[in-house]
């Protein structure tokens, strides 16, 4: 998106498409600076869903503990418009996701709901619904919006990330071994 680098991808096109955990080079939006860590998606077939979530604490709490790393300011979770939400696993993926982050920093969670159809918006509102694998994160504080990837829209989204002088609760709970490679305290 902001470099000319060539990184591994699961496939090509829209869909589920990134291979390996990585990190953006910081950019500017009005003033604001981001950086974006995009990981491979849940439900791919290279990876399980725990794997993805080890995978993921492991990389966050290496940036963590570098020398200057900023703080985690949110989470921008990307649902596909129209993918099925009745799924079991999809629940126990997001309850994994709200205990890992805490209740107190829901708030600093936004899901965007993917798509250039006009069922975005009433694709958003469902996942509000009581009945919903998101239900928790909504009620706790998360947003949930509709998402076209169109620049002013992605900018938008950006811009409510508020930052956060609080840190998502896995970040006091866990301990790197960088030696043994391994977290503890999950």
Same mark, same amino acid.
């Given at each position: 998106m902001f470099s000319e680098d060539k990184f591994p991808v699961a496939s090509?096109?829209?869909?589920?498409? !990134?291979?390996?955990?990585? =990190? !953006?080079?910081?950019?500017? =939006?009005?003033?604001?600076s981001f950086r974006l860590i995009d990981s491979p998606g849940f439900y791919t077939a290279s990876l399980s869903t725990s794997d993805i979530m080890k995978k993921? =604490?492991?990389c966050l709490l290496q940036f963590r503990d570098s020398k200057g790393a900023p703080n985690l300011s949110g989470i921008l979770y990307l649902h596909p418009e129209g993918s099925e =939400?009745?799924?079991?696993?999809?629940?126990r993926t997001i309850e994994a996701l709200r205990h890992l982050v805490g209740d107190p920093w829901l708030r600093s969670v936004t899901i965007a709901v993917t798509g250039e159809g006009t069922t975005a918006g009433s694709d958003a509102a469902a996942l509000q619904e009581s009945t919903s694998p998101f239900y928790s994160l909504y009620y706790g504080g998360a947003k949930i919006l509709p998402l076209s990837f169109e620049l002013p829209r992605i900018q938008e989204i950006l811009l409510g990330i508020? +930052?956060?002088?609080?840190? +998502?609760?896995?970040?006091?709970?866990?301990?790197?071994?960088?030696?043994?490679r391994f977290v503890d305290g999950l």
């Open positions: 090509e096109g829209m869909g589920l498409c !990134t291979a390996t955990f990585r =990190i !953006t080079h910081k950019f500017t =939006i009005s003033g604001r993921l =604490i492991t =939400i009745g799924d079991g696993g999809l629940k508020e +930052p956060s002088s609080s840190q +998502p609760r896995f970040f006091s709970k866990t301990s790197w071994n960088l030696r043994g």
